[in-house]
């Protein structure tokens, strides 16, 4: 579409580096784009977020309906000139949020009643209100409406919901119209069922997308079959187009999903494990509410060049952690979002020098899991 475009500069196996184009700027891929649910990166300003070198940042349709209302933001310059952001922004379209946070969901061919989490008010989303919703915030990427069944669920169930989300998918981008340097995403969904994805997928071509969206991952599965079902999947996606992997999340899940060709990325993990005390370094994970850092004058990551590493100490962190200081969350939310713009720095970097597969197993490593339970 004219103002929209995805420019691969470099490509390593499956993995690709480039540049989406928009009329509100470029977006280095692969891209992690920072969580601004309600309007706002929690614990920062817009200045800070773009320091830490995110290009987008995503807001949400289901809490943007609910508080202060689409309508509202729109009267008021819509959703970038609302929270100070002039660069581009993606905007979900509510079905995860329905899943995991409405009360009382019937769910239907038209769409979805439900009763909001915050005061209980009846409301209603359909494919054609989520995406006026996402007009009327002005997003620069606007996702169809979808169906998200819940973790685990029987191949049947997953089967019912994808046709519906196909069917949903089709008056979504309909609904989405004719919109000058705005981009519609489909979202293929389809469980760990490899042959459900690819009929997703099919679906979705068919229709025809500006880019395209992995859903109903990073739900409860094992990073294996996430894995397994990007492999799967993405072979059938269209080369030129946005690769975006919902919900994901953990360094070690980014890193081996870019190296199968995924380009963006969101997840509140950076921004909420910083709220809580916990800082993502290239050592791993280091909780500051632990008493061995309460003397340790060292930086939370010699290699960062953000304000809590640059300015002050795990001793200090660790206080304020404990005595529950507003500034730990803010510190410690930018030098998580400062280690995932520099993760993707890095991936964008070893795709042009051709050691993706290097950079991925050595950030897997760090971040090793347990194996998991023998079954039986």
């Not at 309600?38 to 320091?51: D, F, I, N, W, Y």
């Not at 933001?73 to 922004?89: D, Q, S, T, Y």
């Not at 059938?236 to 380009?263: H, K």
């Amino acid at each position: 579409m004219s103002g929209f475009s995805l420019h691969i500069e470099a490509s390593d196996g499956a993995a690709r580096s480039g540049r989406i184009a928009t009329p509100r700027g470029e977006i280095r891929t692969p891209a992690f784009m920072p969580v601004g649910t309600a309007g706002t990166v929690k614990a920062m300003l817009p200045a800070s977020v773009r320091q830490t070198g995110a290009d987008i940042v995503l807001g949400n349709t289901y809490h943007l309906m609910l508080r202060p209302g689409a309508e509202r933001v729109a009267r008021l310059g819509g959703l970038h000139r609302f929270m100070g952001w002039e660069r581009p922004i993606l905007t979900d379209s509510g079905g995860f949020q329905v899943m995991s946070l409405a009360k009382l969901r019937t769910l239907g061919e038209d769409g979805v009643k439900f009763r909001s989490h915050i005061d209980g008010s009846e409301q209603f989303l359909s494919p054609e209100r989520a995406m006026a919703i996402q007009r009327l915030l002005g997003s620069d990427i606007q996702m169809v409406l979808d169906e998200c069944p819940a973790y685990p669920a029987g191949k049947a169930d997953i089967e019912t919901s994808l046709a519906l989300s196909m069917r949903w998918a089709a008056r979504s981008k309909a609904a989405f119209g004719t919109q000058e340097g705005r981009a519609c995403f489909g979202i293929v969904q389809g469980g760990v069922f490899a042959d459900l994805r690819r009929r997703s997928a099919e679906a979705l071509l068919a229709i025809g997308f500006d880019g395209y969206a992995v859903g109903g991952l990073a739900v409860g599965e094992e990073q294996a079959a996430m894995f397994e079902t990007l492999d799967a999947t993405i072979p059938c996606l269209p080369r030129g187009r946005p690769r975006y992997l919902m919900g994901v999340g953990r360094p070690d899940d980014i890193a081996g999903a870019v190296a199968r060709g995924i380009d963006m990325f969101d997840c509140v993990m950076p921004t909420r494990s910083g709220r809580n005390g916990q800082a993502f370094t290239r050592d791993g994970t280091l909780n500051l509410r632990n008493a061995r850092h309460a003397d340790d004058p060292a930086p939370l990551d010699e290699a960062c060049t953000c304000p809590a590493c640059r300015q002050f100490s795990r001793a200090y962190l660790h206080h304020t952690v404990k005595a529950g200081e507003i500034i730990a969350a803010m510190l410690l939310t930018w030098h998580n979002l400062t280690y995932y713009q520099d993760l993707m720095a890095e991936l964008r970097a070893a795709i042009a020098q051709g050691r993706v597969g290097a950079l991925a197993a050595q950030v897997a490593q760090i971040y090793k899991r347990p194996d998991p339970a023998p079954s039986g």
